[in-house]
C-alpha cells in the first residue's frame, strides 16, 4: 500500500523566518507530487506542483525533490502569520487517472 | 471564471438513509475524484472517474456509489448511511496526466 509520511507538527515558526516542510513516500513510481495548503474548515488549494528532481521556486515557496532517497520538501521564506495552515504532501503515480495519496498533513503555525 | 462546486456544503441525516452528494465542475475535465477526510486519516479516495460512462473504486469505495452521465456532473451516493460515514467529502477534478486536482469547498456530512 501506497504511503505518504509527514510529521503531523504543529511546526512553530516565527515571522520572516523559513518554514521547512517535509514529506516521504513509500512508492518508488511515484511520478507527481504536489503540496496543497488548507486553512481550518477549508478545502485543499494547490500550492506547488514538482515532477524533476531538484528545485522549483515560486515566489515565496520552493519545493525540492530527491526521487533517489523518495523525499520532497516545501520551503516557505519570509513567513507570514497567513501562511499558518496544514499543508497536505501528495503523490500521484506515473500515469493515468488514479487519484493522489495524500499524508496526514504538517500544522504550521508562523509566531507574530 | 471555472470553477467546482458542491452541494449541499452541510448535511445532517440518520443511519439507513440513503444520501447523495453532488459536485458541479466548469472546468470541462475528463477526470473527477471523491475524497473524505477524516481526524488521523488524512485525505482518502472513494471513487474516481476518467470521462463519461466510467466509474472507479478508491481506497475506501465501500458502502458508496457514484455515476458519471456527463462530464460536468459526479454525484456521490451512500446507499445505506452508517456513523462510520460521518466526515468531510471533497470533490476534485483535473485534467488528466499529471495535471493538479482542483477541490470544491466540500460537504460536512453527519450521520445520527
Known amino acids: 500500500q501506497k504511503e505518504v509520511e509527514q510529521n503531523s507538527g504543529p511546526l512553530s515558526v516565527p515571522e520572516g523566518a523559513i518554514a521547512s516542510l517535509n514529506c516521504t513516500y513509500s512508492d518508488r513510481v511515484s511520478q507527481s507530487f504536489f503540496w496543497y495548503r488548507q486553512y481550518s474548515g477549508k478545502s485543499p488549494e494547490l500550492i506547488m506542483s514538482?515532477?524533476?528532481?531538484g528545485d522549483k521556486e515560486d515566489g515565496r515557496f520552493t519545493a525540492q525533490l530527491n526521487k533517489a532517497s523518495q523525499y520532497v520538501s516545501l520551503l516557505i521564506r519570509d513567513s507570514q502569520p497567513s501562511d499558518s495552515a496544514t499543508y497536505l504532501c501528495?503523490?500521484?503515480?506515473?500515469?493515468?487517472?488514479?487519484?493522489?495519496?495524500f499524508g496526514k498533513g504538517t500544522h504550521l503555525i508562523i509566531q507574530p | 471564471d471555472a470553477e467546482i462546486t458542491q452541494s449541499p456544503r452541510h448535511k445532517i441525516t440518520e443511519t439507513g438513509r440513503q444520501v447523495t452528494l453532488a459536485c458541479h465542475q466548469t472546468w470541462n475535465h475528463n477526470n473527477m475524484f471523491w475524497y473524505r477526510q477524516d481526524l488521523g486519516h488524512g485525505l482518502r479516495l472513494i471513487h474516481y472517474?476518467?470521462?463519461?460512462?466510467?466509474?472507479n473504486k478508491g481506497e475506501v469505495s465501500d458502502g458508496y456509489s457514484v455515476s458519471r452521465s456527463n462530464t460536468e456532473d459526479l454525484p456521490l451516493t451512500l446507499e445505506s448511511a452508517a456513523s462510520s460515514q460521518t466526515s468531510v467529502y471533497f470533490c476534485a477534478s483535473s485534467a488528466g496526466g499529471n495535471q493538479p486536482q482542483h477541490f470544491g469547498d466540500g460537504t460536512r456530512l453527519s450521520i445520527l
Open positions: 514538482i515532477y524533476s528532481n
Open positions: 501528495a503523490v500521484k503515480d506515473r500515469g493515468g487517472a488514479d487519484g493522489l495519496t
Open positions: 472517474s476518467y470521462g463519461v460512462q466510467d466509474t
